[in-house]
Structure formats: structure tokens, C-alpha cells
């Protein structure tokens, strides 16, 4: 993966697949959670916000969304 987010809050990494999101368990290295197709076209952007509940992400096609942490809702 070439984008990927350390969450110190849930001491998890998050790292980015195409248009998909994978959680990671940074202690065990196990995946704990997995957001597919989160969005039309590839995911070129990943950031959390200030309280870590929200994700940011940006696509190839220029658009912006905020998706729950937890559930990967928009």
C-alpha cells in the first residue's frame, strides 16, 4: 500500500488498497477491519481528524468525503 495512517488512539494503522480500506492491529499485525470499495475510484488521500473518528479521504476523480471510523459510513 502507499498511504497508510497510525491511529494512537486504537493503536491501529490503516492502509489503503485501490478504493479500499484495510484497519490493522498495530500490536499483532492482524486486520481487525476491512472498508471495501469506500469509493468510486482509487483512494489518493487518507487522514483522521482531531478526535479520531472520522476518516478523510480524497479520490483519483478530485472528491473529498468524511466516513465513520468505526463503520466506514459515510
Known amino acids: ?7 494512537p488512539e486504537s493503536v491501529t494503522v490503516l492502509t489503503v488498497h485501490g ?8 500490536c499483532s499485525g492482524q486486520m481487525v477491519k ?5 469509493t468510486r475510484t482509487d ?7 482531531r478526535g479520531r ?4 479521504v480524497s479520490t483519483l476523480d478530485g472528491d473529498i468525503s468524511f466516513h465513520n471510523y468505526f463503520t466506514g459510513k459515510l
Do not use: C, H
Open 1 to 7: 500500500p502507499s498511504l497508510l495512517v497510525y491511529n
Open 19 to 26: 478504493s479500499t480500506v484495510k484497519v490493522w492491529d498495530a
Open 34 to 38: 476491512e472498508f471495501v470499495r469506500m
Open 43 to 49: 483512494i489518493t488521500g487518507l487522514a483522521l481528524d
Open 53 to 56: 473518528r472520522k476518516l478523510i
